[in-house]
Structures are given as structure tokens and as C-alpha cells.
């Protein structure tokens, strides 16, 4: 199978209002989509759409949840401009974990039937449980995919509405490599990198990998809460969900020089 494991660490760096780091090891799967009925028949561990240690549900992702992921991705591109024909699409996400999962960022490889990294789909969740999709295309040529985009969509409450992240991608044959890259008023804000070593997709790494790393989707919501007291403690701003999405809304219609039909409402 195309599919396979991504084992690594992801990384973290704040720099401002306060310097604040972190690392972790963390491993994602990468799916080929065409290929999820395989990997439910073949993994024993892992299902799709029932119950098991391991689940891959439809409905976990795209801001309307999915009835069949690659299906809904597919006509995305198509709605996009793309024709997806041949092209071959890769899912790097989490897998529930007992039940449970939260993915802060998935993100679709796609790739065309030349094998060139064409369109980059990043969908990102918070803990308001909402989904936001960042459709990007290479900016420049090169082995690495680069693109940009404005910030859109509330993540965290440490961090405002305002900015614009780069995100790379060195998809290579033995690691993938992400970065996004924050940065407002032409300063840095924050880094964000996913450094992944392949691994093959059997029975045997997947019981290792849920030995090595139990019940990692847990264990990233505690860890999201625990750095969000620590920087708490540091005195960064807390921006309450409601008022900071009215606010951002406020300042993009003033920028427009457009008075919103009706005034946003803070929650």
C-alpha cells in the first residue's frame, strides 16, 4: 500500500509577546485515500466508520462532515478550478484513539498524475469545535512546496486574528517535512514544524506505535491545555473566542471600507 505511518516530533516556537517553545514526539497516518477500504481490511486494529482501537471516521473531517473523505476532496478540487483525474491524494491526520480524537491541523497531499505536489488542503480544528480549510497552490518552483495565506480562522485564545502564515512542505521519499511560519506586520509570531520519518503501514508498527505513544489524540488535548496555562502564567492576553472572531470581522470590514449588515456579536 501506498499508506503508511509518519513518526517525529512536532515543534513550536512563540515570539511574542513572549519567547515560549515547545517539542514533542507525536506520529500521524498518511492515507492514501483511494486506498481506506484496504487499510480497514488489512490493519486489524484499524476501522472505518465502526468502532475499534483505531478509527478513521468520514465524519471527523472537512468543515460538513464528510460522507466519503476523498469523494468530498475530490469535488472540492474540481470546485477549485482543478481536474483531480489520476491525481493521487494522501491524508496526514490522527486516527481516533480509543473513541477519541482532536486534530489541530490535517492536511491533504495532492498530488497529480505526474506526481508533482499541485494543491495543499490544510483543515484546521480548535476546541470550539469548529473546521476551517486553507486551499493553497505552490508559489514558487522548486522541490519544496511553498505557499501563503491570510489568517481567517481563530485557533487559539493567545494568539489574535491578525496575521498571515507560509507554510512548507518538503514531501520527500523517506520524510515530510511542515512548517508554517506566523508572522503579522512583518514580524514573526510563531513557527510550527512537523519533522516525519516514514514508516511502513503493518500490524506490527501500529501496535508499536500505540505502545510507544498511548493514547497520543488524549494526550494532545491535555498537552493544548497545559501550555495554554503555562503561557496564562506568563501574562499573555487571553482573547475570548466571540470577541476576538467580531473584532477581526471589524477590522477586515474597515479595511473593505464596508459596514457589516449587522454588527458581530460576541459570544
Same mark, same amino acid.
Given at each position: 500500500m501506498k499508506s503508511h505511518i509518519l513518526e517525529g516530533k512536532v515543534r513550536h516556537r512563540r515570539a511574542q509577546p513572549v519567547e515560549y517553545s515547545l517539542e514533542h514526539d507525536v506520529f500521524y497516518f498518511a492515507l492514501d485515500l483511494a486506498e481506506l477500504g484496504d487499510v480497514a481490511r488489512t490493519i486489524r486494529l484499524i476501522s472505518r466508520n465502526r468502532r475499534n482501537v483505531l478509527e478513521f471516521r468520514d465524519t471527523d473531517h472537512w468543515p460538513e462532515p464528510a460522507d466519503d473523505i476523498r469523494a468530498t476532496l475530490l469535488d472540492h478540487l474540481r470546485s477549485e478550478g482543478e481536474d483531480p483525474t489520476g491525481w493521487q491524494t494522501t491524508l496526514v491526520t490522527s486516527l481516533r484513539v480509543m473513541g477519541y480524537v482532536f486534530n489541530p491541523a490535517s492536511f491533504y497531499l495532492c498530488r497529480d498524475a505526474a506526481g508533482i505536489l499541485r494543491v495543499v488542503v490544510v483543515e484546521v480544528h480548535n476546541t470550539h469545535l469548529e473546521r476551517h480549510l486553507y486551499t493553497l497552490r505552490a508559489q514558487t518552483d522548486g522541490p519544496k512546496f511553498v505557499s501563503s495565506m491570510d489568517k481567517d480562522f481563530y485557533v487559539s485564545p493567545f494568539i489574535d486574528m491578525e496575521g498571515r502564515y507560509t507554510v512548507h512542505v518538503a514531501d520527500e521519499p523517506a520524510s515530510l517535512r511542515i512548517a508554517i511560519n506566523e508572522r503579522r506586520d512583518d514580524a514573526p509570531v510563531i513557527s510550527t514544524s512537523l519533522v516525519l520519518a516514514r514508516r %511502513?503501514? +503493518?500490524? %506490527? +508498527?501500529?501496535? %508499536?506505535?500505540l505502545v510507544k505513544h498511548p493514547l497520543i489524540t488524549q494526550r494532545t488535548m491535555a498537552?493544548?491545555? !497545559?501550555h495554554a496555562w503555562r503561557l496564562w502564567r506568563k501574562g499573555v492576553r487571553f482573547q475570548r473566542h466571540g470577541t476576538a472572531v467580531a473584532e477581526a470581522a471589524a477590522r477586515r470590514a474597515a479595511a473593505a471600507d !464596508? +459596514?457589516?449588515?449587522? @454588527? @458581530? !456579536?460576541?459570544s
Open positions: %511502513r503501514l +503493518t500490524n %506490527r +508498527t501500529v501496535l %508499536r506505535m498537552l493544548i491545555h !497545559v !464596508v +459596514t457589516p449588515a449587522t @454588527p @458581530p !456579536v460576541a
